[in-house]
């Protein structure tokens, strides 16, 4: 591997090597890629991004990044949609010629995958962000696809020249283990990091604590989880609010309906405010970060309320317990326990000194382990090694 402290970019023939990403969502790329996609192009790579464009493509393009818009949809089952997206992504990679292609998440790294083989692009990282639904639901629909996932991983991403970047040490065991991934494939790289001076420490903010939890609105997130701990500990009188940020997201079987939402927010159970662009103000005015999920890979979310040194309440689940160790900066409960959760929540809120304890071990554990520039570092390392290694 190449150090570190030398990451730029190999010329090829006198010109720049060409890296593309693949990513279903121009939004994902900007929260989780955005950086990286800059700090590659400071490094002396053309980058170009592959992803369905919304409301992000100029914020990208002003990065240096040239956006290339596809059609396609996360959650889409229709075989003549999915078989136009394969012949659109055939047409980009074939005219790209990219030396380096790196996909994010499930469909994009089994369809690029495929596509790359196709073409005879050699160079390929597959980011696993975590099992989402299909690996947590015990639907048989998702079991269904669990085994087809598997098999097609495995078959597309064990060839020379793939490297599989996983977040979590439990998934990396995981995958070891099923040998689904042969293990010289194999990269750790903790998540995309976190922006350590937008995320910065605050102070606690007075009045009557606040317990936020930020996310998808989705119900294998913990949201359900969440709302009935909040209701518990109002039925006992405990003297807090409970807030929800973020927004369903239809696309995503385990959506939680707005209605549902809605609803929740009217009875008082929770204050819902949808989606927020500037998340480190959410922190600044809250006390407990709040992550009751099925499983992650390594998620933001947390990664970004410890920055900020707010104490975490998680589930004791492969991706959380990375960020959040158990007594140290917060508190570790069983996954589906709303009883739990709601003990966890009121220990915290009726705590200030211990709030305040475990949010200075949130952001020591965020700049030491999870600093977005270590992640950059690593994986510009990563293509580095590649674009030499031919």
């Not at 590659?40 to 914020?59: F, I």
């Not at 005879?120 to 975590?130: C, F, K, P, Q």
């Not at 939890?213 to 989705?218: A, C, D, E, G, I």
């Amino acid at each position: 591997m190449a150090d570190a402290s030398d990451q730029s970019a190999p010329a090829k023939a006198g010109r720049r090597p060409k890296l593309l990403y693949l990513v279903t969502e121009d939004w994902y790329f900007c929260s989780h890629r955005l950086s990286l996609g800059r700090a590659a192009v400071a490094a002396g790579y053309e980058v170009s991004v592959a992803t369905r464009v919304r409301d992000h493509g100029d914020e990208i393009c002003s990065a240096g990044i040239r956006v290339i818009a596809l059609p396609w949809k996360r959650r889409s089952t229709n075989a003549f949609a999915e078989l136009k997206t394969l012949a659109t992504l055939h047409r980009v990679y074939r005219h790209e010629r990219p030396d380096i292609v790196h996909h994010v998440a499930l469909k994009p790294v089994l369809y690029g995958s495929l596509v790359a083989r196709l073409t005879g692009t050699r160079r390929i990282v597959n980011a696993v962000a975590g099992f989402g639904y299909s690996f947590t639901s015990s639907q048989k629909r998702a079991a269904i696809a669990r085994r087809i996932l598997r098999t097609s991983f495995k078959r597309l991403s064990n060839r020379p020249g793939t490297l599989v970047l996983v977040q979590n040490p439990d998934d990396e065991k995981t995958l070891r283990a099923a040998g689904t991934i042969h293990s010289d494939r194999l990269v750790l790289v903790p998540g995309s990091g976190v922006d350590v001076d937008r995320f910065a420490p605050s102070e606690e903010p007075t009045g009557i604590p606040r317990v936020t939890l930020v996310s998808r609105m989705l119900w294998s997130k913990g949201v359900g989880e969440f709302v009935e701990a909040a209701k518990t500990l109002r039925a006992k009188g405990v003297q807090f609010e409970a807030e929800l940020v973020g927004d369903a997201d239809p696309e995503n079987p385990q959506s939680i309906p707005r209605d549902t939402l809605q609803r929740w927010h009217d009875e008082g159970a929770v204050k819902w405010q949808g989606h927020v662009d500037d998340v480190p103000a959410v922190w600044s005015r809250s006390h407990v970060a709040v992550l009751p999920s099925y499983r992650e890979g390594l998620p933001k979310t947390l990664l970004e309320a410890a920055a900020c040194a707010r104490p975490i309440v998680a589930t004791d689940v492969p991706g959380c317990r990375e960020i959040a160790v158990n007594g140290e900066n917060g508190i570790l409960v069983p996954t589906q326990d709303p009883s739990a959760l709601a003990a966890a929540i009121e220990r915290l809120v009726s705590d200030p000194s211990l709030r305040l304890a475990m949010g200075r071990a949130s952001r020591s554990i965020a700049v030491e382990k999870f600093s977005e520039q270590v992640v950059i570092d690593q994986i510009l390392s990563l293509y580095h090694s590649m674009a030499v290694g031919e």
